[in-house]
């Protein structure tokens, strides 16, 4: 992927507190059927609701909370809004 003068950055890198839209999911067919399974999808707002720097981030996804590692918060790219 080419990450152009936006502020395209990877879902773990955003702050909590922050919402952010969904560009594009950087991954396999398999975890991409699993986020979408959990309502991450391209397009899709989200709220990094906790990032601590390491470990787990928790985020809003249309009034659900998901739990996501940090290896997998890394292959979702977003942009803050």
Known sequence: MV????????????????????????????????????????????????NDGAGQIIINVKNSKIILGRGMSHKVFAVEV
């Open 3 to 50: 990450m152009e003068k936006t502020n395209i950055k990877p879902l773990d890198k955003i702050a909590a507190g922050t919402a952010a839209k969904i560009v594009t999911i950087e991954a396999g067919s398999g975890l991409k059927n699993r986020l979408a399974a959990m309502g991450l999808l391209a397009d899709v707002q989200v709220r990094v609701v906790r």
